[in-house]
């Protein structure tokens, strides 16, 4: 199982970015996919995320409005679209994978991407 997350980058304040989540080894359409994020010195936050067959969206309440989640699950990905970044979104950001299997919960992480955000 791989979770391969890019487009991470420098990017001035006000910019934006579109980071992709590509998932393999997976029954894709089976997994709920999240977003999170650590910032040096703190903890991993959940940002956003959508349910397998899209009918649900969540944002934290500190991206809501800048941030949009969106998945293709016929090319096996997750798009966070973000726009109007602060310098406070500046953190490696983390895809995750979660499935209710047969009662048990499986989720798998990606290896992260950075997302530095100048003033």
């Known amino acids: 199982v791989q979770l391969q997350a890019s487009g991470g980058g420098l990017v001035q304040a006000g910019g934006s970015l579109r980071l992709s989540c590509t998932a393999s080894?997976?029954?894709?359409?089976?997994?709920?996919i999240g977003w999170f994020r650590q910032a040096p010195g703190k903890e991993r936050e959940g940002v956003s995320c959508?349910?397998?067959?899209?009918?649900?969206?969540y944002y934290a309440d500190s991206v809501k409005g800048r941030f949009t989640i969106s998945r293709d699950n016929a090319k096996t990905t997750v798009y966070l679209q973000m726009n109007s970044l602060k310098p406070e979104d500046t953190a490696v950001y983390y895809c995750?994978?979660?499935?209710?299997?047969?009662?048990?919960?499986?989720?798998?992480w990606g290896q992260g991407t950075q997302v530095t955000v100048s003033s």
């Open positions: 959508i349910s397998s067959k899209s009918s649900r969206t």
């Open positions: 080894g997976i029954t894709f359409d089976d997994y709920a």
């Open positions: 995750n994978a979660v499935a209710n299997q047969f009662g048990h919960l499986v989720n798998y």
